[in-house]
């Protein structure tokens, strides 16, 4: 399953990011929510269901919106030189090799020192926060390959080619493929038998970025002043309120408002069961969403998964003229995948025995068969023909 990981210093909401894109998302999308360890969950995107144009209904959306399930890592909280083994050390970074990208949380509010000591909001300029995750994260890949470096280089003969292939080898484990280092290695025009520190480092920043895409969330921006919000807005920066997400979720599960993740805003179905505060709570709610166009959890979570690591969605079914599976289930799968995959892609994702029984696909749409080296297109619906089943 595609992954992505919540990294950042302590204090700054990973937490409750990951309580409130995991939770309630068991009756949204009737999925299992599955607790693999304490701080992996199971999350969603929202992507609006190929159902209605079809002119059908699928049983899985709600009301033509669709969750498809990724996972989520709470990754530990991170302090400054924590790749020396400050804090709880490396730990984080271990979580990070299963994320396929990285979601930066910011404490956009300046409520929390660089370490994540509360000092009261707007005390503390998250703009200094941004670059060190990269850094630490930067430092642990150098420390890694140094601690390897003469062996790589003895193994290798001064090889560049085999350097890279030692490189590859030695970070597999971290989810960074050789056809990455190769690339890397490539665009750096580094002389990798002569390579120092500082080239090294250089190289593993932007190995990790090519590796491990990063975004910025400045979360708690329900609490931010204005002056903090304005500074981080040209940074690229998608702000979020996860305790507001987490606060509409909760009261959605109760069935006292409408509301699906990633609305621009919540409508209450039963205002005479909230207490002033309640009411008073969601209103501030309302307010911060429309000022931001929502909460921003949903969104940021869209964003890694459509723009940062650039995934379709494509339908499998087994009946084209239904939309359906061969129990008559229509749409009953949707799955990310990446730019550029094939109906083979697509097959083996099914099922291995599936795609190596492949033999060809028939585009549901058009009803016309397409062949195993057509790429497919975000929305595709596709079925295939294959010797096993
Ligand atoms: N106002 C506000 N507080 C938040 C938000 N997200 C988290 N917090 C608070 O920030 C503190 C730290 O949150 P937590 O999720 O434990 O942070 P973590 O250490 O990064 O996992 C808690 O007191 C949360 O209630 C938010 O969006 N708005
Ligand atoms: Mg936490």
């Known amino acids: 399953m595609i992954t992505l990981a919540l990294a950042g210093k302590p204090n700054c909401g990973k937490s409750t990011f990951f309580k409130a894109a995991t939770l309630a998302n068991v009756e949204i999308a009737n999925y299992p929510f599955t607790t693999i360890d304490a701080n992996h969950g199971v999350a969603y995107v929202r992507t609006p269901c190929v159902c209605r144009e079809l002119g059908t ?83 642990w890949l150098y420390g890694i390959l140094e601690k390897h470096w003469s062996k790589i280089q003895r193994s290798s003969q001064g090889k560049t080619s085999s350097m890279v292939l030692s490189i590859a080898e030695l970070i597999a484990g971290l989810g960074i493929t050789l056809e990455q280092v190769k690339a890397v290695e490539l665009e750096s025009g580094l002389d990798m038998t002569r390579a120092q520190e500082p080239d090294l480092v250089r190289f593993c920043r932007r190995l990790l970025s090519v590796a491990k895409p990063m975004m910025l969330v400045g979360n708690r921006v329900d609490e931010a002043p204005d002056a903090l919000v304005e500074g981080l807005r040209n940074k690229g920066i998608h702000f979020a309120t996860s305790a507001g997400e987490l606060a509409l979720r909760n009261a959605a599960s109760a069935g006292i408002i409408r509301y699906l993740p990633g609305d621009p805003s919540f409508s209450v179905l039963k205002p005479e069961t909230l207490n002033p ?113």
């Open 57 to 139: 209904t699928c049983g899985v959306c709600k009301d033509g919106v669709r969750f498809i399930p990724i996972g989520l890592i709470d990754v530990a909280g991170l302090v400054p030189e924590a790749h020396k083994g400050r804090g709880l050390g490396n730990q984080f970074l271990d979580h990070l090799r299963q994320a396929d990208a990285i979601l930066h949380i910011l404490d956009a509010s300046g409520s929390t020192d660089v370490e994540g000591n509360p000092v009261g909001a707007g005390s503390h300029n998250p703009d200094g926060d941004i670059e060190f995750l990269e850094y630490e994260m930067s430092m």
């Open 277 to 389: 505060a309640q009411k008073a709570g969601l209103q501030r709610i309302a307010a911060v969403m429309g000022k931001f166009g929502g909460t921003g959890v949903q969104e940021a979570l869209n964003h890694a998964i459509f723009s940062l690591l650039d995934l379709m969605v494509v339908y499998p079914v087994e009946d084209e003229h239904k939309y359906s599976d061969s129990q008559g289930r229509v749409l009953p799968d949707a799955f990310l995948m990446k730019k550029g995959s094939t109906p083979r892609d697509l097959a083996f994702r099914v099922h291995t025995e599936i795609g190596e029984g492949f033999l060809f696909a028939v585009d549901a749409r058009t009803k016309m068969r397409v062949k195993d080296t057509h790429q497919l297109k975000d929305r595709d619906i596709i079925k295939i023909i294959s010797t096993r089943r």
